[in-house]
């Protein structure tokens, strides 16, 4: 029981934290190795708003976790990537972050634990 | 008191390192001509045609140490040359980037039992480098960059530079996976005359690939890569001129092999290989380069 009172207060805590944000998954072309991915993360972090940018060059798919508040559009993407020197394709966003930055030089991403996991109802 | 002995065996010497310096040492120049690429990719002793982010800079410093001896053996000739090279990228837009390339030079040449040594700044080297085309897919990407560029006499005249300015060019294709990364550049070396002293033009191709060695899969946590690498380089250098005259002692054909590996993480790559010899055809008495030793670290800024 008690153990179950502190889930929920911690999950009520972290889903207040969490609750505004949001994710897009950007799908990039051309990317293949985490030295060159690391100059569009940088730039993405840049954006007021942006908290975590992680990336997968399997999938060429750059997570980005931001506040509900930041918009992209497809031409504000495509710009971006061009710049960095890469082809932009898409993105999807989703109504959750699953990424959080641990803030080191590397940039590593981590999957966040899943009791830490906003999970918010699909509507978003 | 110095025996009339060694008063002729110093004036010889210094003949010989004045002709090596002509010669020999400027022929090992042409093998580390182009052992710097700035560009964010992985290979070692070429150049890549991987682009430069607009307004990034990528700075590289590398170290290349090359040990050329004579083939006939009884001249008892030795070159030792270091290079630290600093080398800067920089993305002007998306397509054009822009190199500079600095190197501090020590030259150590043996002749006998007489060793002499000069160090210096070397010949620096501004070039630019285009994207013509660019073609990109899911984890892989293919581009083709002509580059052209000039190289100053900043180095001091026959010692650590030529003294003469001279203008380069070439195209690089470059196609890249997750796993793996193809570089191949053709390029051409116009040197010109300086203080009577014509280098004779150089034609080179060079290739290298790149293989993922770890990690095995690429996973969203995956933040380096361990590449073992493999180069080839073949040049063919003209004769060099002297007052007008060609010097039979310069100039030939010569074939590299490259082994070597390389670390790439998101900010930073570092790298290490061993250039050897395959084919050494030189003319006359030219030095032969034996072997050079390369090591890099390139950080993205």
């Known amino acids: ?124 | 008191m110095e025996s009339p002995l060694s008063n002729e065996r110093t004036r010889v010497a210094c003949k010989w390192l004045a002709g090596a310096i002509r010669q020999g040492v400027l022929a090992v120049s042409l093998v580390v001509c182009f052992t710097v690429s700035v560009s964010w990719a992985a290979p070692i002793a070429t150049n890549t045609a991987l682009p430069i982010s607009v307004d990034e800079i990528i700075v590289r410093e590398q170290l290349v140490k090359t040990h050329s001896s004579d083939r006939f053996g009884g001249m008892n000739r030795q070159v030792d040359r270091f290079e630290a090279r600093t080398a800067l990228g920089y993305g002007l837009t998306s397509k054009l980037a822009l190199f500079g390339v600095l190197p501090l030079v020590n030259v150590d040449r043996t002749f006998g039992d007489v060793s002499t040594s000069d160090f210096g700044l070397g010949d620096a080297a501004l070039f630019v480098r285009y994207e013509v085309f660019r073609s990109d897919h899911l984890g892989r990407t293919l581009r083709i960059a002509p580059y052209a560029g000039v190289r100053l006499p900043s180095g001091r005249d026959g010692k650590t530079g030529d003294g003469s300015v001279d203008v380069f060019g070439g195209v690089i294709a470059t196609l890249a996976r997750t796993q793996w990364v193809l570089d191949n550049q053709l390029g051409y070396d116009l040197n010109r005359e300086a203080d009577g002293f014509d280098r004779g033009d150089s034609v080179s191709f060079e290739s290298s690939f790149q293989y993922r060695l770890a990690p095995g899969r690429v996973t969203q946590d995956t933040t380096a890569f361990f590449f073992g690498v493999l180069e080839l380089s073949a040049n063919h250098n003209e004769r060099n001129r002297l007052g007008g005259v060609s010097d039979p002692n310069s100039g030939g054909f010569q074939l590299f092999l490259t082994p070597g590996l390389q670390y790439a993480t998101r900010r930073w790559i570092a790298d290490l290989g061993v250039k050897v010899p395959i084919v050494n055809d030189l003319n006359g008495t030219a030095l032969e380069p034996d072997y050079s030793i390369l090591t890099s670290i390139r950080i993205n800024f």
């Open chain 1, 1 to 124: 029981m008690k153990s179950t009172i502190l889930f929920v207060v911690a999950y009520a805590l972290t889903g207040t934290a969490l609750a505004d944000d949001v994710q897009y998954d950007i799908r990039v072309d051309g990317i293949t190795c985490p030295f060159c991915v690391a100059t569009s993360e940088r730039a993405l972090k840049k954006i007021e708003g942006v908290h975590a940018v992680g990336s997968n060059l399997e999938t060429g798919t750059i997570f980005v976790c931001a506040d509900s508040q930041v918009t992209f559009t497809d031409g504000q993407l495509k710009r971006l990537f061009l710049d960095k020197g890469f082809t932009y394709r898409s993105f999807e966003k989703k109504s959750a972050c699953s990424i959080v930055d641990d803030e080191h030089d590397d940039e590593e991403l981590r999957d966040i634990p899943e009791d830490h996991v906003h999970h918010p109802d699909t509507n978003g």
